[in-house]
Structures are given as structure tokens and as C-alpha cells.
């Protein structure tokens, strides 16, 4: 199996900046694609953004030019560096690994952090 850990989140102003990170852990051989996902009270969990073991990202429009998504392979680690947040970027934000490969094989299933609360609010 597969462990995601995300510490931090919290609580920031409106236009500032929060860094989020997600490690994994467990056993594996690579994973092909990480990432953010969000989910706001009463709403669908969403994308936010993800980038793939060549590097290939893909983000949300509405995050687009404020989020940027990288990875550090060797540790394998994700990190999401949010600026510019809007109180509408408030939500718990989940940690993915997808297609994750192991002793020849691939898990079934996606697996996911624990979640993390980001709060935007003056």
C-alpha cells in the first residue's frame, strides 16, 4: 500500500501565499501521476492541479496563473505553492497519487491523503 502525508494547511489573508506538501510512502516502484485535489463544504471534490513523473502539469483554469505544482522525485514528494488566494480557494485539499505502479503491476485504485484545511478569510 501506499501512505500520502500532507502537513500544514491553515489559515492566510486574502492575496497571501500558502505552501502545501504531500509525501508518499509504502510500496512502490514510481508513481505516474500526483497531485491536489479540493473539496469546499456541499461541493464536489474537484482538481486543483497535477503533474505527472515526466513533469507534464495540468491545473484548474481557476487557479491557472496562481498555483504553481511541482514535484521532487527522488523524494517523492508534491508540493503545491498557492498565491494570490481568494477566500474561494477555501477548502480541504487532498493529496492523489494515481496510477501507481508496483512489482510489475499497477494498484487498482487511486490513493489519497488524509486532507488538509486551507482557510482564506480576512
Known amino acids: 500500500q501506499v501512505q500520502l502525508v500532507e502537513p500544514g494547511g491553515g489559515l492566510v489573508q486574502p492575496g497571501g501565499p500558502l505552501r502545501l506538501s504531500c509525501a508518499a510512502s509504502?510500496?512502490?516502484?514510481?508513481?505516474?501521476?500526483m497531485g491536489w485535489y479540493r473539496q469546499a463544504p456541499g461541493e464536489q471534490r474537484e482538481l486543483v492541479a497535477t503533474?505527472?513523473?515526466?513533469?507534464?502539469?495540468n491545473k484548474a483554469d481557476s487557479v491557472a496563473d496562481r498555483f504553481r505544482i511541482s514535484r521532487d522525485y527522488k523524494k517523492n514528494m508534491v508540493y503545491l505553492e498557492m498565491s494570490d488566494l481568494k477566500p474561494g480557494d477555501s477548502a480541504t485539499y487532498y493529496c492523489n497519487a494515481e496510477r501507481v505502479f508496483n512489482n510489475g503491476d499497477y494498484y487498482p485504485d487511486d490513493f489519497w491523503g488524509q486532507g488538509l484545511q486551507v482557510t482564506v478569510t480576512s
Open positions: 503533474i505527472t513523473n515526466f513533469g507534464k502539469t
Open positions: 509504502g510500496s512502490f516502484t514510481s508513481i505516474y501521476n
